[in-house]
């Protein structure tokens, strides 16, 4: 990277900060509240990751642990452990929305694909953001400022797609005295000696013909394919076409800590013994990216969020909001005391086991498939019955009025 492109690298991501930054900034103090101090938060996070690009473009990477990288990633931690007080719940899904997207301004560490990264990131965030619509429909102060947070982390991956499109180039090679290696030399006369060619003859009529442009194509005749033959033709094979390059599977240590009020499970595989013992109702659950896990949750929790796990087991006595079920396969949800709502978003193969003590539970699905809710009989034995899936639309009047077509 040039020193040219290296100012326009700062450049760009100082118009970032002035631009789309500052939208959520003055988005958050129209709202005011608690999103006033997190806007804040959010600004030093930006102001840390710019220190780190200036830094980076003209120095070696230092290691993780090393103070310069501890600001940089504390500055995200900082958001990421951020919690609103119980007076300010109203904001629960505007910090959330943060919370869960804010990881995209760890993009510095990710290598080759940081804009798919950050798409991620922000879409982690896209769950809650909708939710602050749903719950401020008609607010226009609202609606702003999920407007300006998406277009905040969009701008986000376009400066990085166009200035780091496979990874952040620590040093750029001059800051530590590594020269720039020199073009390859031309390929030895004797490289092409085995390919067979033509005289002058040949390779002139071969050019002759490649002159004629699209006419070169007037003496074929047309294929006439059989009728009675039901095999279609393959595609023409593309030579040369790279294979597509497979997506990056990030890896992370697993976590089982409580943070905060919160009980943080991540990562975890083939755990069958997973116990949180909980003694304050407000704690809550998030556990993502669990495979093949069984966990039990002792007492009453404030509320759940079980995001992409699949294979595993959760048993819950009690809950007081709701339960998230999101992105989540073959997963078994077994309850126990009340639980007033659950949420199913883009599931598949889900199954809610519902005690006598649940019986009032409320379920909503969305884009989701072959979920069911278990009744406790008297017998001691679940009922399975299957959340419908089939929904027929009508035009009645100047409305669409829809039910459930149930399956035979």
């Not at 995200?76 to 995209?104: M, Q, W």
Request: proline share 7%.
């Amino acid at each position: 990277m040039s020193s040219h492109q290296k100012h326009g690298a700062v450049s760009d991501f100082e118009q970032l900060l002035n631009t789309s930054l500052q939208n959520f900034i003055n988005a958050s103090e129209a709202i005011g509240g608690p999103l006033v101090s997190l806007a804040g938060k959010v600004k030093e996070a930006f102001l840390k990751n710019r220190e780190i690009i200036q830094f980076g473009l003209r120095n070696a990477q230092p290691p993780m642990d090393s103070e310069r990288m501890k600001a940089y990633a504390n500055g995200i931690r900082e958001i990421v452990e951020t919690r609103e007080n119980p007076k300010d719940s109203s904001f629960s899904n505007h910090f959330a929305t943060v919370r869960e997207a804010i990881l995209a301004l760890g993009w510095i560490n990710v290598k080759p694909a940081p804009t798919q990264y950050i798409k991620d990131a922000r879409e982690a965030g896209e769950y809650y953001a909708n939710r602050v619509l749903s719950n401020n429909k008609g607010n226009q102060l609202h609606r702003n400022w999920v407007t300006s947070w998406n277009e905040l982390l969009t701008d986000l991956q376009k400066y990085v797609s166009a200035n780091f499109l496979t990874g952040f180039t620590w040093g750029c090679g001059d800051a530590i005295g590594a020269a720039f290696p020199p073009p390859p030399p031309p390929p030895p006369a004797t490289f092409l000696a085995d390919v067979p060619t033509q005289d002058d003859g040949g390779r002139q009529a071969l050019l002759n013909e490649l002159n004629q442009g699209s006419s070169i194509t007037q003496h074929l005749k047309p294929v006439k394919r059989d009728r009675n033959d039901p095999t279609p033709h393959a595609p023409p094979v593309v030579q040369g076409k790279a294979p597509p390059i497979a997506k990056p599977e990030v890896t992370r240590p697993p976590k089982f800590n409580l943070e905060g009020r919160k009980w943080v499970v991540e990562y975890q595989k083939n755990q069958h013994q997973l116990r949180i013992e909980n003694d304050d109702m407000s704690q809550s659950l998030a556990m993502f990216k669990c495979e093949n896990v069984s966990l039990q949750v002792v007492s009453k929790v404030n509320n759940v969020v079980i995001d992409t796990c699949k294979g595993s087991y959760v048993v819950l006595n009690g809950v007081i909001s709701s339960v998230e079920i999101i992105r989540c396969n073959r997963l078994e949800v077994r309850l126990h005391g009340n639980v007033p709502l659950i949420n199913m978003d883009n599931c598949d193969s889900v199954q809610v086991f519902v005690s006598n003590e649940s019986r009032s539970v409320e379920v909503i699905t969305s884009k989701s498939t072959s979920c069911n809710v278990c009744l406790l009989e008297d017998d001691g034995e679940y009922k399975e019955l299957p959340v419908p899936e089939q929904i027929k639309t009508t035009v009645s009047g100047n409305k669409l009025v829809s039910s459930v077509i149930e399956k035979n």
